[in-house]
Structures are given as C-alpha cells and as structure tokens.
T-cell receptor
C-alpha cells in the first residue's frame, strides 16, 4: 500500500537530549513537510523540502533540524535547543510544492520527561 | 502574511442533519487553493475537499460540499446527512502556488445520535 509512515508513535525526550522522528513515504512525492500541532492550535510548519538535498525553514524552525538525503525519507531532529518540544508532530508529502494536495502521516507524539 | 480564521471553536449536529462550518481567509493573491481537512481522534489529518480559486464551481465530495465566495474570501464546508463518524476536528487551510499551507485553528464537530 502507498502511504506515509511515521515512527515512533510515541517518543520521550530527556532534558538536553536530541531525538529524531522518522518520516517515510512510498508515494514517489517530491515535496515533504514537517508540522507541529499544539493543543487548541492549527498546524504550524517547521521545515519543508521540495527536492532531495534541499530544504527550507518554515515558521517555527528554531530548535529543529532536518535532512533530505533520499526522496522517500525526511527525518526531523528535535534538538536540545528546542525548549518546549512537547507536541504532536505530523509529516506530510505532496507531488510537488505548487498547488498539489498534501497527504499526512499518522503523527508522532513527543513528550518530555 | 496570509491568515485563516475559523470563528466556530465547536459545532454540534444530530445524525442525518446538515451542518455548515465557516472559514474566512485573508489574501491579496488571485491564484490559490483552499482545503478542508478532518482530524478524528486518531489525530491523522485526512483530506476532505479541495477548491482551486480559479474555478467558479463549488467542489463536492459525496456528502461534503463547499460554498466558495471568492470576493468575500469565504470558504464554508457543508456536511449533509451527518454521521457519527463525521465527529472530528475540522481544519480549513489556504495555499498559494509555490508557497506553503496556512491552517486555521480548527472547529470541533460533535455529532449526536
């Protein structure tokens, strides 16, 4: 089946620790995105990538980093510089970055211990 | 910056009835796209319907339809014959070509038997 997978479903972070969230897609989509969702808020864009080996900062990139070494993979690292990382993280992909619809993965819930 | 406003934090409907969720947006662009996404308790974002701004005809998908008023910058979602499975958070989103999605804060839809 084609789709977007995210792992893990739940992730716990200790103080000062970097953690990486996985996002994989087998839809052959060029563009991939990372969003953060907080209670009572819509989704906010962290980073996006329209092509392999290239990515752009979104609205709330501070404290996060990404890589795009393969078309199907777009991992997100939450660094220790992100002081309030507790949130729900959603990955999405689209055919391109123009007007195409974005399709979402099931999400990762990140909690700080 | 583009903004998307959903003025109804919560709406209620009875099964088999019709409900309309409101969305307004602010833009100076003429070429853009509008979306409604559904987020059920599983928290996965699911595309409900999409509208291209250059199309005058309102988009429909089975029981879901939109009322797109370009001059008024309004994009409401009508759900007909509501079902218990329609209960979810609904997000309105705006995207102009070559740019990223901007989400509203969402409307929680409650469906009662």
């Amino acid at each position: 089946d084609g789709g977007i997978t995210q792992s893990p479903k739940y992730l716990f972070r200790k103080e000062g620790q970097n953690v990486t969230l996985s996002c994989e897609q087998n839809l052959n989509h060029d563009a991939m995105y990372w969003y953060r969702q907080d209670p009572g808020q819509g989704l906010r864009l962290i980073y996006y990538s329209q092509i392999v080996n290239d990515f752009q900062k979104g609205d709330i990139a501070e404290g996060y980093s990404v890589s795009r070494e393969k078309k199907e993979s777009f991992p997100l690292t939450v660094t220790s510089a992100q002081k309030n990382p507790t949130a729900f993280y959603l990955c999405a992909s689209s055919t391109d970055g123009q007007g195409e619809t974005q399709y979402f993965g099931p999400g990762t819930r990140l909690l700080v211990l | 910056a583009q903004t998307v406003t959903q003025s109804q934090p919560e709406m209620s409907v009875q099964e088999a009835e019709t409900v309309t969720l409101s969305c307004t947006y602010d833009t100076s662009e003429s070429d853009y796209y509008l979306f409604w996404y559904k987020q059920p308790p599983s928290r996965q974002m699911i595309l409900v319907i999409r509208q291209e701004a250059y199309k005058q005809q309102n988009a429909t998908e089975n029981r879901f339809s939109v009322n797109f008023q370009k001059a008024a910058k309004s994009f409401s979602l009508k759900i007909s014959d509501s079902q218990l499975g329609d209960a979810a958070m609904y997000f309105c989103a705006y995207k102009r070509r070559y740019s990223t999605l901007t989400f509203g804060k969402g409307t929680m839809l409650l469906v009662s038997p």
